[in-house]
């Protein structure tokens, strides 16, 4: 650092102090701004208004301050070129070779739930970013800093000469993610609040929540990222209680399970098992709930996530207990509950907010090579559906309370999917199958003698009869399906065939 001076600026003042007086100990100039300025005074610290350096006043609330050539020219300036050292000199500009900057609060300004518009806008930087990308883009020769956690490092480096040109280039490196980010969270508000649903750029940032051991595979490195306006009810905002740290797949498999737990208002107990339902059962308890889920497959349960919607209490959890389960997802658990789980180490626990269950869909996101595919999450619920019944017969009374189970689970099962149900829990699921017939004989296998009597869901229509035909060949009483194919005639002459109820509901459910 030739000339040995700094602009200090920033919004977020953790250990600014202590770092500006390793600078003066240093003997590092410091021009400053507003409350940092004002700050850094208190503190002893001896330091310059911006003002003085620019000879022009703070003017518009505030809004104009370091926009000026005699702060962005001795940012700018190339060191080497004795044209730009010209200019400087003729200008009568002094370099600047640290700069320490962060910005307005607007996440925080806008993540409160009353904000308005204008107090958004106001919380916009302007000055700021523009500081930090003129110093980024000079980090040949100047350092810029924007994250508290680099004050020790750059002090230290300063303490031993000066910083290094590759800590430089690091340091830049993350100034421009961190002023896309904030550029993209400004993007996306504005997007929101004029009411466009598809606009021309699709821009978005994600915050790292954790590095992961691997990905899917562990050949394959992986890190968690979490939406900065993360909700209620997500794995992003949950709190872990005991347990190893979770992996990729355990993070999926989790999100998989909440999503379906979240389709119930009553007691409510969801198993899942590399992303599809292998277990999900309802009851006028949660440990009645969870016996279900777990009688649904007792085999594939094992390793598996659970999930559920009420408070985990002594009971259920003695249960949960008796078998190895990576996680158990809840929104609370009693404190006879935790004593009990938290005997597994290594036993995953996590507690989800599920008070807005309900709220405001998410955009899903799935890369594919060279772009993103971007859609709406499927909420359409039974209630919206435009039911008709076009078979002789109609549902039983509990043969409908079944039939709204299977629909609300099997929308959550991995395409071509199957979905069988009886006395308010599944009993078995044909899940990513390449024919639907395929998926019909895996779930009617699965349920073996309990078929009898059970309901079939099925995600997208029939293409021909052969599925109604496997249902009636295996005792199963009622089928609801969206119906739309040109062959529906021939599905609903083979369910009266077999006395099987049918409901059409209009609406598919693929999920690839």
């Known amino acids: 650092m030739a000339n040995k001076r700094a602009l200090i600026s920033v919004s977020n003042k953790q250990g600014i102090v202590e770092f500006a007086k390793g600078l003066e100990a240093l003997g590092v100039e410091m021009i400053s701004t507003g409350g940092t300025k004002r700050l850094l005074e208190e503190e002893g610290v001896a330091v310059k208004n911006v003002s003085d350096v620019t000879g022009f006043p703070e003017i518009l609330d505030g809004r104009v301050k370091t926009l000026h050539p005699a702060i962005h020219g001795g940012l700018l300036a190339v060191r080497d070129s004795a044209k730009h050292q010209q200019q400087l000199e003729e200008q009568h500009i002094t370099p600047i070779d640290l700069v320490v900057v962060n910005l307005y609060p607007f996440k925080e300004t806008i993540s409160k739930p009353d904000v308005s518009f204008e107090d958004a806008i106001e919380n916009i930087d302007i000055g700021g970013p523009t500081m930090l990308r003129s110093a980024a883009k000079n980090h040949e020769y100047v350092t810029v800093v924007v994250d508290p956690e680099d004050y020790g490092r750059v002090l230290d480096a300063l303490k031993q000469g000066d910083v290094s040109r590759e ?79 979770l992996s990729y797949n355990n993070i999926n498999d989790a999100d998989a399970a909440l999503a379906i737990v979240k389709e119930f208002k009553e007691p409510a107990a969801v198993a899942v098992k590399h992303t599809n339902p292998c277990g999900v059962g309802t009851g006028e308890t949660l440990f009645e709930a969870y016996e279900r889920a777990y009688e649904a497959d007792p085999v594939s349960i094992f390793g598996g996530i659970v999930a559920v919607n009420r408070e985990v209490d002594e009971q259920t959890a003695l249960k949960m207990k008796e078998i190895f389960l990576e996680i158990i997802l809840a929104p609370s658990f009693s404190e006879q509950a935790l004593d009990i789980l938290k005997q597994k180490k290594n036993l995953r626990l996590l507690e989800v907010d599920l008070s807005e269950t309900g709220a405001k869909p998410e955009r899903k996101l799935t890369s594919v090579h060279g772009g993103l595919l971007v859609q709406e999450e499927d909420v359409y619920s039974l209630d919206q559906a435009e039911i008709s019944i076009p078979t002789k017969r109609k549902p039983t009374k509990k043969e409908w309370e079944d039939l ?109």
């Not at 598809?198 to 051991?213: C, G, M, S, V």
């Not at 990513?432 to 349920?447: S, W």
């Open 167 to 245: 800590e430089r280039r690091r340091l830049a490196a993350k100034v421009f993610r961190h002023t896309a980010n904030y550029d993209a969270m400004i993007s996306q508000y504005f997007t929101e609040q004029t009411g466009e649903a598809w606009p021309e750029n699709f821009t978005i940032t994600f915050e790292k929540a954790q590095d992961l051991r691997y990905g899917e595979n562990p050949h394959q490195q992986a890190a968690f990222y979490k939406n900065p306006f993360t909700t209620k009810g997500s794995i992003a905002s949950s709190q872990q209680l005991n347990g190893k740290a």
């Open 404 to 512: 709204k189970l299977a629909w609300k689970i099997v929308k959550h099962v991995k395409s071509n999917a199957i979905l069988l149900a009886k006395d308010q829990m599944t009993i078995g699921v044909g899940a990513g199958q390449m024919n639907r017939v395929g998926a019909a004989k895996i779930a009617v296998e699965q349920a073996g003698d309990k078929v009898k009597g059970a309901v079939m869901a099925s995600d997208a229509f029939f293409p021909m009869d052969d599925t109604v035909e496997l249902a009636g060949k295996a005792g199963i009483t009622a089928i609801i399906q969206p119906g739309g194919s040109i062959r529906d005639e021939d599905s609903i002459k083979k369910a009266d065939e077999y006395g099987i109820a049918m409901v059409f509901t209009g609406v598919r459910h693929f999920k690839h």
